[in-house]
């Protein structure tokens, strides 16, 4: 166990449709990112949030958006969901912006119809 | 897109056996890192070797770097069912202010070990 937790664990939605992710950090960890999963595929990096703000993005459009609160909290929401979005989100988090190991949590796994 | 690319896709072995799988990256790196996913599950970080290491030892796993090839090999020895898992590479990604940011994962080895 990492001490990262994930909200929901399993949600379906269908095309159009908005959805909101949750993650907490693990304890003392003020960066969390998100990666995007898709089956059989490793995961890809959505944005990384750093003391409430983005730090980085990767190649995702705009309505893939988030949020970091000041309990280093934070929110992943997607927008106008397309087939292609069915995938693991996953959160990670870890103490400041220096590299080193990710701590994840288990995954929210969406599907959308 | 993917920066690191592992080999083989798949490896199915038998308990007792060892297991290597390699991984291979483009760009320069800080460090590169090795996950482990159970089935459907979180990743778990299992070993980190720095740019400027060649060689590191963790338990059963024994991890290698070669700069100039841009690869790594990840050897698990003595295997054990509760192996069973996919395994990754990721390499870290400076932005163009110096400050490492994310990581980039392979698509993964799928390891079976057969009891």
């Known amino acids: 166990e990492t001490g990262v937790t994930q909200s929901p664990t399993h949600l379906i939605k269908t095309r159009g449709q908005q959805v909101t992710l949750r993650c907490s950090s693990q304890s003392g960890h003020n960066t969390v990112s998100w990666y995007q999963q898709a089956l059989g595929q490793g995961p890809q990096f959505i944005f990384q949030y750093y003391r409430e703000e983005e730090n980085g993005r990767g190649n995702f459009p705009p309505r893939f958006s988030g949020l970091q609160f000041p309990n280093y909290s934070s929110e992943l929401n997607v927008n106008a969901l397309e087939l292609d979005d069915s995938a693991l989100y996953l959160c990670?988090?870890?103490?400041?912006?220096?590299?080193?190991?990710?701590?994840f949590g288990e995954g929210s796994r969406l599907t959308v119809l | 897109s993917q920066q690191g690319e592992e080999d083989p896709q798949a490896l199915s072995i038998q308990e007792g056996e060892n297991a290597t799988m390699n991984c291979s990256y483009k760009t320069s790196i800080n460090n590169l890192q090795w996950y482990r996913q159970n089935s459907g599950r979180g990743l778990v970080h299992l070993i980190l070797?720095?740019?400027?290491?060649r060689e590191k030892h963790s338990g059963r796993l024994r991890v290698t770097l070669d700069t100039s090839k841009k690869s790594s090999s990840l050897l698990i020895t003595a295997s054990r069912a509760a192996d069973t898992a996919s395994y990754f590479c990721?390499?870290?990604?400076?932005?163009?202010?110096?400050?490492?940011?994310?990581?980039?994962f392979g698509k993964g080895t799928l390891l079976t070990v057969n009891p």
């Open positions: 990670a988090s870890k103490q400041g912006l220096n590299t080193g190991e990710l701590f």
């Open positions: 070797i720095r740019s400027n290491e």
């Open positions: 990721a390499t870290d990604a400076r932005n163009s202010g110096g400050s490492n940011y994310k990581l980039t």
